[in-house]
């Protein structure tokens, strides 16, 4: 079966996550992705001063820490790597003949990077008429941020995703796993496909400006259209809702094992009094309508922790679904590549990396019936690709990659 | 610019929740008919969600427990490219909505189903809710204080993050049509969505036999947090601890040349002091102040907007990011446009529409029912 994308090249200049992330999604479904790196080693994640060794095979650097890193081998499956050094003038002249045979471009520089190398979107556009760029700066291709740099928590808190979570009465709380990038990401390659299907329609190409900002402020739309109806500035309310309760996050017996439980119906609730066995306090008057759950929700939350902290955080989930209430295991990272309900649905891969080892990575959550997602190539090597992609695609002959080298154009 | 590039699709939308109906409004907003499927007698209630998420799109009503409805519902999707759907499987059998059906009188139906967990699998017919999804796709549990209670996100990223990758799913999907002419099934999980936008958690079981967990992100060497100023927060993220910035920003020399903080391993021995001398001193500073001077030097700097700041954001402005659109029952407000901006492709922004406002064009113009035809329809409550 063809993939969706196949016959799609695109020259990933991703780094750290929301690039590379756009990337993937396009290799997972058949595109040829090359990534073009500098030679000095993926320091997006093997930079001394900020790594993080848990993110390597037995916490060993090894000789060659750029190619086990898990992040970036999670990042980065199923894409080739050419190291090319794109501020030399033969790697430049390189990187055009590879735009000359390609479809799309994706980079997520602040934007003074790629008109510094020469190689902005007016340049590659003479080179390859119909070129697609995506670039998702911080804060857009234009305007008074344009060259500010950001970081995946800092773009959020600028776009109004931080001032929405927090416990009640205190101040906002950054989340634990930063989505913004995958936000950005996400609305890139979206657009990415509409520039496809106008390509193919139209036969032009075109360059789309995204500011990862605005996608994050999109996510908060309808916060924002309250604000205007209401003149009220949104209160954060810890893990509680203006019109579910019980709704919360309770202890279950192990460490660090929890639920969350959320009711938002009288027939929810009755499912949940149900499960607990119909205890006595549950037909406390207070208790009885959602108007008086919501009043004196810490004393609900008190009741249902008590009994939560005797069972176990799957047990509650599953007794709970089983009575008709939402209700899910709050799981940490190993749950999850063990969760039976995940590996049932293919979703938990599996892919050997020659110097990272065989490892189970996140798969792909766009399910397609007829043409899903391969995964057969593990992140590459850095300048794994180097010598297969000048010879075959390019048609450089040996002296001619010789000479890049002795250049110092490729790594 | 040319026109908006799908505007040759014709999209189904059904129960589909937040996650669905994000998806058919950006397909909406690129161009796609996007017909909202509503019950009879459905009110417009107003609410920012409905306002926000049915731009561009048209409704009708229809009875899906009524014969009728149901023969109208088959002969709409029979000249549909894309049914968007948030049933999970026991309710698609209670409403009789059934893949193998649907496909039969359109092979080249794609249909798009974004549910809690899938179409598949154990945990199928579970409920969800946005706290559940973001729980059990692993983001709960990483959020919070160390010691504390995990704690939820204020907002449905869930839901967002699910509507996204069903838009991808979708235009994949009729990518793939393109090809072999056929349509096909996306299904979407909120949990796996969620559980595909990690970093660390994953890999570090697998890699180093560690668990990722609260207050989250790992590794910094340097402070990394929130902030008082005089008027809101600050995030900094002084990841390379730019002293010399600091010392800038407070007006306090003596600070460059602190040796407690110049040398990065020396710095993690008096983090804390140095955690201090910034929340004393930032304190007398405005947010935007302090965003500014640090974009000036390239430090990584984020101030904590409000509704307020971000609707009279200077930057947002300047791209005209808002667009304004007055709606019948509300007036003029501002909505936030497509954050994708494409040099050649135009997109549409109207308001939401009433339940039942396109019922007229769609039974009668598109499907030849007459007047008379109509008016009895909603006598039997069909529409």
Redesign the interface.
Known sequence: MMLPLEGIRVIDLGRVWAGPLAALILADFGAEVIKVETMSGRGDFTNPETIVVEDFPEKELGSHPWNRSGIFNDLNRNKKSLTLDLSNPAGKDVFKKLVAVSDVVIDNYTPRVMINFGLDYGVLKAVKPNIIMLSMPAYGMSGHYRDIPGFGNTIESVAGITNLTGYAGEAPHLPGMITGDVIAALHGVSALLVALQHRRLTETGQHIDLSQAEAQTSIIGKELIEYQLTKQEPERIGNNHPCMSPHGCYKCSGEDKWVAIAVASEVEWEGLCKAMGNPDWTNEARFSTLTQRLRHQKDLDKFISKWTEKMEHIEVMELLQFHGVPCGALFNGRELLDNEHLKQRGFIIEIPHPEAGVHRYAGTPVKLSETPAQFYLPAPLLGEHNQIILKQLLNFNDDEINELIRLKALG | M?EA??KNLRILELNAGIAGAYCAK?LAQ?GAEVIKLEAPGSKFN?S??N???DTAKKSITINLRNEMGIGMFQRLVSMTDVLIEGCNPSEKSEIGLDANSLTQNNPRLVITSVTG??Q????SN????P???????????????AE????????A?SE???G??A???T??????R???G?G??????K???L??????????????N????????????APQ??F?CKDG???L?L??ADIAFLSYLFDMPEVASDERFAA?HERANHMKELEKLITDKIINIGKKDV?RK??EW??????????????TN???N??E?WTKINHGM?GV?????????????AWLSSGAPLPGENNQEIYCDRLGLTWQELKQMQEWSVI
């Open positions: 040319s590039t799908l950006i690129r107003g920012a969600e306002l926000y998420l967990f899938g598949t699998g154990p945990y579970y409920k969800d809710t706290m559940v999804s973001y729980a059990m796709g692993g983001q709960m549990y990483l959020c919070g204080d504390g209670t995990p704690l939820n996100s204020g907002l990223v967002y993050i699910s996204l990758y838009f991808i799913g235009l994949l999907a009729l990518e793939a393109e090809k072999n056929r096909q099934q996306v299904d979407i999980s949990m796996e969505c559980a595909a936008s990690h970093q660390y958690t994953l890999t570090w079981p697998e890699y180093s560690s668990i990722l967990s609260r207050p989250g992100w790992p590794g910094d060497h947090s929130l008082r927060y600050v995030n993220r990841q390379n990065t965003f640090a974009g390239r430090e990584i700097c984020g101030f904590v907007a409000t509704p307020a700041d971000l609707l200077e930057q947002y300047e791209r990011y509300t407000m501002s909505y936030s446009g497509m954050p994708a901006k494409m040099s050649e492709c």
